[in-house]
């Protein structure tokens, strides 16, 4: 079945550092894939997507490149700043016989950026 | 997009009781969808509600402890029943809004159960 594979935290960073999250899917249909953050104290909110190979999702500073060939979609940010801490989801939906769309989340990644 | 609300945002409750939460969709849609976030954990599909049928449970939820109604296109509500501390989470809803791409989700509502 389909699965989202994401690398494990707490990362901890200094402000201005580079971010990687890695997330890596298995999946038996063409997914379309997804970063959601959660800020403490908060729901989930939708940060980027990308719904076909070789797409490139971004928002506030954040970016990730779908994947097909090596099945990822990593999250990466140039220079985080102390607001980015928080905790990433990786996602994909895919579409379920029967069912519709299927969401299927990572563990999530809990980041720390400190001044 | 679309502006989900959940209502309580937080409670305590003593074993053994009930709590229905809501939710709230500023549009319609059609599918709305029950999560649990137990702590430190990502999110476990409890069912999915279309208007109109009953919801459809996920494996290791039923109906009798988790009913759910869907009353109508832009509200839900997910009851959890008989509570014991180990349903101590944070339950949120969501819905896929056609044609956007990815779920929206709500607030949340954060449970503990003593």
């Known amino acids: 079945g389909d699965s989202v594979t994401q690398m494990e935290g707490p990362v901890t960073l200094s402000e201005e550092a580079f971010l990687t999250i890695n997330c890596t899917y298995t999946?038996?249909?063409?997914?379309?894939l997804f970063w959601y953050v959660q800020y403490p104290g908060e729901g989930l909110q939708l940060l980027l997507k990308?719904?076909?190979?070789?797409d490139k999702g971004s928002n506030k500073g954040f970016e990730a490149t779908y994947r097909k060939e090596t099945t990822s979609f990593h999250l990466e940010k140039g220079s985080v700043q102390v607001s980015d801490s928080a905790v990433y989801f990786c996602a994909l939906s895919d579409l379920v016989e029967d069912t519709g769309n299927q969401f299927y989340f990572g563990t999530g990644t809990s980041l720390t950026v400190i001044p | 997009s679309a502006v989900i609300s959940q209502k309580p945002s937080r409670d305590i409750c003593q074993r053994g009781t009930s709590l229905t939460i809501q939710c709230q969709v500023d549009?319609?849609?059609?599918?709305m969808f029950w999560y649990r976030q137990q702590p430190g954990q990502s999110l476990t599909l409890i069912a999915t509600?279309?208007?109109?049928?009953?919801?459809?449970?996920e494996s290791g939820f039923v109906i009798d402890k988790f009913p759910i109604s869907r009353p109508n296109l832009t509200f839900s509500t997910l009851t959890v029943s008989n509570m014991s501390p180990e349903d101590s989470s944070i339950y949120l809803c969501?819905?896929?809004?056609?044609?956007?791409?990815?779920?929206?989700f709500g607030p949340g509502t954060r449970l503990t159960v003593l």
């Open positions: 990308a719904t076909k190979a070789d």
């Open positions: 549009s319609q849609v059609t599918m």
């Open positions: 969501s819905v896929d809004v056609a044609g956007v791409g990815g779920q929206f």
């Open positions: 509600a279309n208007q109109g049928s009953e919801a459809t449970y």
């Open positions: 999946a038996t249909g063409y997914p379309s």
